[in-house]
Antibody, heavy 123, light 110 residues
Framework: QLQLQESGPGLVKPSETLSLTCTVSGDSISSSSYYWGWIRQPPGKGLEWIGSIYYTGSTHYNPSLKSRATISVDTSKNHFSLKMSSVTAADTAVYYC???????????????WGQGTLVTVSS | QSALTQPASVSGSPGQSLTISCTGTSSDVGGYNYVSWYQQHPDKAPKLMIYDVSNRPSGVSNRFSGSKSGNTASLTISGLQAEDEADYYCSSYTSSGTLEFGGGTKLTVL
């Protein structure tokens, strides 16, 4: 059974960089041709796609966040990561990592999700 | 403001059917058959209910169905049950090679 688990600091200071990792278990990122993504949800608000990465390292980003977000993959550790720079209070959200249902396709169909991790931006 | 427009809330009685709409443009919903729907209960991760406009992942009840007409996609829930009370989000692929979500719809079972 595929499982995803987000990890990283729950509190980040304004103007600093948010760093999260999604550890994948039950499957190998390098041997399965899937897109993996980051989605966030501010408290009481809707979902926002941050970006997605293919197992090869190819990335796609939300244009509104592209200048601040960087997604990378480490197949040796079977995880992928998100870094978001120059954070503000508006970046406070639950951050989810997820896998797309259909292999080799950048689709909006995320079938496996992590439990989510709350990141608060505050001094 | 979300790129895809959904009603903020809908409600229905047990046993009824209801439909949630998701309106985009020809650059997203109308241009591709890559529309998904998610169900999210409080403090839980979203659950994929529909993908590729009308396909159900394994394990999703056949009470949930999806369709699309022009730039508007729809999620229909038949035989409404108390457990269906949740937030629902649509999502679409776009011509820019990105993904976007709707603002979400709160479903209340009366």
């Amino acid at each position: 059974q595929l499982q995803l688990q987000e990890s990283g600091p729950g509190l980040v200071k304004p103007s600093e960089t948010l760093s999260l990792t999604c550890t994948v278990s039950g499957d190998s990122i390098s041997s399965s041709s899937y897109y993996w993504g980051w989605i966030r949800q501010p408290p009481g608000k809707g979902l926002e796609w941050i970006g997605s990465i293919y197992y090869t390292g190819s990335t796609h980003y939300n244009p509104s966040l592209k200048s601040r977000a960087t997604i990378s993959v480490d197949t040796s550790k079977n995880h992928f990561s998100l870094k978001m720079s120059s954070v503000t209070a508006a970046d406070t959200a639950v951050y989810y990592c997820a896998r797309v249902l259909e292999a080799a396709r950048l689709g909006p169909d995320f079938d496996y999700w992590g439990q989510g991790t709350l990141v608060t931006v505050s001094s | 403001q979300s790129a895809l427009t959904q009603p903020a809330s809908v409600s229905g009685s047990p046993g009824q059917s209801l439909t949630i709409s998701c309106t985009g443009t020809s650059s997203d919903v109308g241009g591709y058959n890559y529309v998904s729907w998610y169900q999210q209960h409080p403090d839980k991760a979203p659950k994929l209910m529909i993908y590729d406009v009308s396909n159900r992942p394994s394990g999703v009840s056949n009470r949930f169905s999806g369709s699309k007409s022009g730039n508007t996609a729809s999620l229909t829930i038949s035989g409404l049950q108390a457990e269906d009370e949740a937030d629902y989000y649509c999502s679409s692929y776009t011509s820019s090679g990105t993904l976007e979500f709707g603002g979400g719809t709160k479903l209340t079972v009366l």
